[in-house]
């Protein structure tokens, strides 16, 4: 079992930023794929980002790219997001994922996940 949890969610302005972060316990944290995702009311949930075991290769949808910054601290067993220029559209629960397979995230069924945080954008 691997369980998760996010923090650092909150109502910042537009043009603000926000890091979000996961903290992981359970099994192993570096042999697990670390994944993003949010949900909009009234939306599907939508994968954000995701970021490999070891090498820590890092992939974004592109309403993202060059705003959000996937990364992990494998000594901390923690994923982070880091949110710059933040949009109205960027609201949305915010929850983190895990999984062996890259794909299996990256298909938005990934074996874990936390509870989510709330952010949203506001002026």
């Known amino acids: 079992q691997v369980q998760l949890a996010e923090s650092g969610g909150g109502r910042v302005q537009p043009g603000g930023s926000l890091r979000l972060s996961c903290a992981a316990s359970g099994r192993t944290f570096i042999n697990y794929v670390m994944g993003w995702f949010r949900q909009a009311p009234g939306k599907e949930r939508e994968w954000v980002a995701q970021?490999?075991?070891?090498?820590?290769?890092?992939y974004y949808t592109d309403s993202v790219k060059g705003r959000f910054t996937i990364s992990r601290d494998n000594t901390k067993n923690t994923v982070y997001l880091q949110m710059n220029s933040l949009k109205h559209e960027d609201t949305a629960i915010y929850y983190c994922?895990?999984?062996?397979?890259?794909?299996?995230?990256?298909?938005?069924?990934?074996?874990?996940w936390g509870q989510g945080t709330q952010v949203t954008v506001s002026s």
């Open positions: 994922a895990a999984d062996r397979d890259s794909w299996t995230i990256r298909r938005g069924s990934p074996g874990y």
């Open positions: 970021i490999t075991e070891g090498a820590g290769v890092t």
